[in-house]
């Protein structure tokens, strides 16, 4: 399961913006969706174009990967709050 993800526009000087937080949720799901799971061992997620500071064109990702056992034959998924709730929340 992806988790505990953080953005940040230099690597090694700047503070680090959680995205995804330890349950494997987008923190921001209008900037970035959910992790989405295609299979048992693949997931992904479909990032729009956003940056951090218009002086800086990079932006750098960094993500934790936790395994988790299998119950019954069946992984494990984040459920996460669909983004219905959040566009709601925000006046959407």
Known sequence: MVNRCTVA???EKSKKIEIIDEFGCSLFPTVLPHVSYSSDLNGG???NAFSLDV???AVFFECNIKMLLKLNGVCRRPICQP????RE???W
């Open 9 to 11: 526009d230099y690597r």
């Open 55 to 57: 002086d800086q064109t």
């Open 83 to 86: 983004l219905r709730v959040f």
């Open 89 to 91: 929340r925000e006046g």
């Open 45 to 47: 997620l479909g990032v």
